[in-house]
């Protein structure tokens, strides 16, 4: 796994704007090597505002949209275009403004179509199974960017500290009693986490300050799930200086004004 580079923005919004422009650049230069490439997205409100700043950018046309495929780290349980779900925001905020191709667009299923927490979560895992190539070595693609907001107690994606989905070596997994709700949610491991070229997490705000310092400093993933969020070229920890403010200047490796 990679040792991670932290990068650290002036405040959220010029951190959303940064990250976008990134997006932007990985996935053109990905395509461009290979004719298309993969995105796992994240929720939360930084993850939304990113999305809706690649909408905004007037490079988002450089992405050949319909050769990308979108995944998701994880999702609430809740029926289709229910507003909870990170499916809702994503679509909101970028992909209803883009020419996707639909059948690129993975996404987790809710209960509106009849499956259970853990049928949901097995369907997600055979369209990984499906998607991954003989070079993934592993049963999910080894996706080209995998983006991961980050709560104040170090959670990723659905992986809460202590939690039994923490230790599920399946590569999606369905979650029950969540500390944060809604309480039933789909998530991807950290097998595949781990497996994805590069792992982008993103945090803004003083409350995640703690969490992004044990992150960086050798705590172990069961106590704070970002701490095993590692890509397998490359990990970025993206964040605004008040996320960063509990970290050593000795760790930052650029900071914008």
């Given at each position: 796994m990679s040792v991670p580079t932290v990068i650290v923005h002036r405040d959220a919004d010029m951190l959303a704007k940064a990250v976008a422009a990134r997006v932007i650049t990985r996935a053109v230069d990905v395509q461009s090597g290979r004719g298309s490439a993969s995105l796992v997205l994240t929720g939360g409100t930084i993850g939304i505002a990113t999305l809706a700043e690649i909408a905004a950018s007037p490079a988002r046309d450089a992405i050949d949209w319909r050769h990308l495929d979108l995944w998701w780290g994880d999702e609430r349980f809740l029926p289709s275009g229910h507003p909870d779900r990170n499916e809702t925001g994503a679509r909101r905020a970028l992909l209803d403004h883009v020419d996707l191709d639909p059948a690129r667009v993975h996404v987790m299923r809710g209960p509106d179509g009849g499956l259970t927490a853990e049928e949901s979560a097995d369907a997600y895992a055979e369209e990984l199974r499906r998607a991954a190539r003989p070079e993934d070595h592993g049963p999910a693609p080894s996706f080209d960017v995998l983006m991961l907001g980050m709560g104040p107690d170090g959670h990723v994606a659905s992986l809460?500290?202590?939690?039994?989905?923490?230790?599920?070596?399946?590569?999606?997994?369905?979650?029950?009693?969540?500390?944060?709700p809604p309480p039933t949610r789909i998530t991807l491991t950290m097998p595949v986490l781990q497996g994805a070229r590069e792992v982008w997490v993103i945090a803004a705000g003083e409350e995640k300050?703690?969490?992004?310092?044990?992150?960086?400093?050798?705590?172990?993933?069961?106590?704070?799930?970002?701490?095993?969020?590692?890509?397998?070229?490359?990990?970025?920890?993206?964040?605004?200086?008040?996320?960063?403010?509990?970290?050593?200047?000795?760790?930052?490796?650029?900071?914008?004004?």
């Open positions: 809460f500290p202590g939690m039994p989905a923490l230790y599920d070596t399946r590569p999606v997994t369905a979650v029950h009693g969540s500390p944060k300050a703690g969490a992004v310092r044990l992150a960086l400093s050798g705590s172990g993933p069961m106590q704070i799930p970002a701490a095993g969020a590692r890509g397998r070229q490359r990990t970025l920890f993206l964040l605004d200086k008040a996320a960063a403010s509990k970290i050593p200047a000795s760790l930052v490796r650029i900071s914008s004004p």
